[in-house]
């Protein structure tokens, strides 16, 4: 955002006004991510808001860098996490290595993506897993937080509870054993979707992302 006193992505300053010529401009609201495809970038004339990372897989397929960055598959070594953009998003969370338990969330536009831990034992909206939290901007008029990190998945154990996606339209984890799939990302927020999990008790699906926005506000008496 370059509203002016606001907080821009990464907890970074406002980014400087924009002046603009005549003429016409180029507006892309970028699409979700899906399965192993980065989400697409979200464009006003020379800003690109670039796309959130994919999550990683257990069978060695790392996450994937972005705006915010995924977060890595359950069993995967430090350092497959995401890693997000200055100025735009945090970094997913690192896998659990220790109990092969679930996976890290994705990064959000204030916060890293939870790290993967032990479902048998932890609460995963509070001390694992969870997507980061998004941001805050009222240049609509009102307060919305958008662009929260997408959960990572529950491998198995007896933790009944979801993953929680960040504040700002992140999607929920999903988990086989318990039968519940992950959800989607809220739709022009730009926001990741929640992990899935594969196993021979079941399968919960991986969600998609949530679509961009490109909000514009200008002063009318400058025209």
Do not use: C, H
Request: proline share 1%; hydrophobic share 25%.
């Amino acid at each position: 955002t370059n509203v002016s006193g606001q907080t821009s992505g990464r907890n970074s300053s406002a980014e400087s006004a924009l002046s603009l010529s005549t003429g016409n401009k180029t507006v892309t609201v970028g699409s979700g991510g899906a399965a192993r495809a980065n989400g697409g970038d979200s464009v006003f004339d020379s800003i690109t808001s670039i796309g959130g990372g994919t999550g990683g897989i257990q069978s060695g397929i790392s996450a994937s860098n972005g705006g915010s960055g995924g977060g890595a598959g359950r069993d995967q070594l430090i350092g497959t996490r995401g890693i997000g953009t200055a100025g735009q998003g945090y970094d997913g969370g690192y896998g659990d290595t220790n109990s092969w338990r679930s996976g890290g969330g994705g990064g959000g536009a204030s916060q890293d993506g939870g790290n993967g831990g032990n479902d048998q034992v932890e609460m995963p909206n509070t001390s694992s897993t969870y997507g980061g939290n998004g941001l805050s901007s009222n240049i609509t008029g009102s307060s919305v937080t958008r662009a929260g990190g997408g959960a990572g998945a529950w491998y198995t154990g007896t933790n009944n509870t979801i993953p929680q996606g960040g504040a700002g339209g992140g999607g929920n984890g999903g988990k086989s054993q318990k039968q519940f799939n992950a959800t989607s990302g809220t739709v022009n927020t730009g926001s990741g979707g929640g992990a899935g999990d594969e196993r021979s008790a079941g399968v919960a699906l991986a969600a998609a992302g949530g679509s961009g926005i490109v909000i514009v506000r200008y002063d009318t008496t400058a025209i």
